[in-house]
């Protein structure tokens, strides 16, 4: 059953039911028109209420249909509009909670529309690059004006009910509390009679001098847009509610909808969406698993890492306590904290009331004593084993029981880590991505004797915080570190052949990555990858690098921190300029290897650089590290600025197809540094069965 039928003395009322949110799916939308007919012919009925179960009105169209035949099976969600608004007997929408895309203009179909204070409405289909493709694009700005319906549709951004009382979007907003259903079966009663019944395709839009509005926006909206099409075609969309006929403008409508819906852009924004979602779910560890509140934190060392691990837990007004050994370290990480907080606010992001409140929420401490009562604890200190065996010695001496003990190392063997305690059980890795308090990505370390409820606390908390929790396996780098190695490696050797930093780069800026590997290097600093290409000589002495990254560390060049790295810098500012001598030192390493310099294309930098990634994410992939393919794409979209329009590296491996991206590697293979390019067994087994990584 996906939608009830009930009726109250002459009210008929259907009520939406399927969780969590209403999609409209396929059987939703059946129930639906089957109630609706049943209640056009039922004499007794005067008139129908449409309501949501649960926590939504409706979340829109089932977006699990999409690309599926269900999507376009009869009755499709044109088909449920259309019904409602030819009905010969008034339809009021009760809305509560969540009206949304499909959901929306399924409330724009009805007569009438009746909601409870602090639903949050919205046409948030661009954000999965398509438009309203159910008339949202000619109904809303019928009922709410050209500006303010553009505006929602363009942005996708959710309003509250509320703040649409004004407009003839609602015949009435409810009081706070009230009780929406009976007031929709009241409201019912006193329009049964009312002739004709008022349609919102029978508004005109009533904009003077539109084109002029119209142009504005679309210079405003091409300017934003990036590589997505959908708001540009969002605009289109909505100019047509001014300048064609109602039917002519829903017809102009469904077009740009069928364009977008096809197109790469919209399939990996709604990769990403269900990505985002399923990332949170572990097969062995159930969703009813108790959790560990988590009410109080703390966080050893007070670092950069450190005080932007403690910030998170202020930001969602947990109280945390930072420990440092020495006074000056810790009044340093303070003061970063509270520097933080000032930019932010001077920045307009956040009020001088709310950073207040999130500094008080951050005390100091020099004591261990002082932290053995908080939930969890999180160790943030220097990348180097030794260091971290002594803080989990004396966190396993002073933690209450039941405390979360959590590492944000990087790379290190969480298992080792976890046999520094009694209590491997509570150990986990929560590895958070610098700037800690920006990044999104927290990959979730789960060790084999970490406990399920301990996971899935951890799980909680990443929701909690407001991150894209991530579960992975232990190894040397995890799932990100991982990869990016292969990727790093590969930018090296083509240093080595050819290329100059600033033409890398720029291929992979062109590709879309936020930033390419030098520039990423000059900020986040080329000494971390020096120190870890050390410890890599002498654990695996058979994996080459290029030593053009060792001869500019010795050069004392870690990138913007000292002022230059792979570039050089003006002082003060940090846009990356062209280094005669970085670029001298690459052109003498390649002679002094004897490497004849070639001109390399763009294209095999972007390939060696995002197949590396693709090639070491497969055998993560099969060795169980990362979960499922979408996992590693969440990874690169939230932590490592890969382009979101190409969905993650294992999405656009699959949309590249895998036989193609076997192909390159192979290619690459015979090539320098070949050993670089074994293809992982998964990979080779997908491509030959003609799969994907997402499939
Ligand atoms: N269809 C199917 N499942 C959906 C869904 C939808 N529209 N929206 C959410 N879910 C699932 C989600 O996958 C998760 O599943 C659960 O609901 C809770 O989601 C023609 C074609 C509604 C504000 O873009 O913005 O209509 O993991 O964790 O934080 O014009 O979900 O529990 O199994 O996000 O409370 C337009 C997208 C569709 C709305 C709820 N609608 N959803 O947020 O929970 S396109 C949207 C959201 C369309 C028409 C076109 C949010 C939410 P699971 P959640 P939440």
Known sequence: MSAAYEVGGSVAVITLNNPPVNGLGLATRTAAVDGIRQALADDAVTAIVITGAGKAFSGGADIKEFNSPKALTEPTLHTLINVVESSTKPVIAAIHSVCMGGGLELALGCNYRIASPGAQMALPEVKLGILPGAGGTQRLPRVLGLEMALNMIVSGTPVASEKLAGTTLFDEVTAPGADLRAAAVAFAGKVADVRPLPRVRDRQVDYPNHEAFLQFSRNTVKAMSGPFPAPLLCVEAVAA?????????????????????????????????????VAGKVPDVPADTPVRAIASAAVVGAGTMGAGIAMNFANAGIPVTLLETKQEALDKGLATIRKNYESTVKKGKLTQEKAEQCIALVNGTLSYADIAQADIVVEAVFEDMDVKQAV??????VMKPGAILASNTSTLDLDKIAGFTRRPQDVIGLHFFSPANVMKLLEIVRGKQTGKDVLASALA??????????????????????????????????????????QVDRAMEQFGFAMGPFRMGDLAGNDIGWAIRKRRYVEKPDVTYSKTADLLCELGRFGQKTGAGWYDYKPGERNALASEQVNAMIVQHSQDIGVARRTVSDREIVERLVYALVNEGARIL??????????????????????????????????????????????????????????????????????????
Request: with cysteine; net charge negative.
């Open 241 to 277: 509610s001014v300048t064609k006929k109602f039917d002519d403008g829903l017809k102009f409508e469904r077009e740009l909808f069928m364009q977008l819906v096809q197109s790469a852009e919209s399939k990996a924004l709604r990769h990403a969406f269900f990505a985002e979602r």
């Open 461 to 502: 908390l990443s929701k909690k915080l407001r991150k894209t929790g991530v579960v992975s396996g232990v190894c040397d780098g995890f799932i990100g570190n991982r990869m990016i190695e292969q990727y790093s490696r590969q930018a090296g050797f083509l240093l080595e052949e050819g290329c100059l930093p600033e």
């Open 392 to 397: 989990f010695q004396q966190l396993d001496e």
């Open 622 to 695: 099969e060795e169980g590290i990362a979960l499922r393919a979408s996992d590693i794409d969440m990874v690169y979209l939230t932590g490592y600025g890969f382009p979101l329009f190409r969905g993650g590296p294992m999405f656009y491996a699959d949309t590249v197809g895998l036989p193609n991206v076997l192909d390159a590697i192979e290619g690459y293979a015979k090539g320098r540094h070949g050993e670089a390019w074994t293809p992982a067994p998964l990979l080779v087994r997908l491509a030959g069965e003609g799969r994907g990584f997402n499939s």
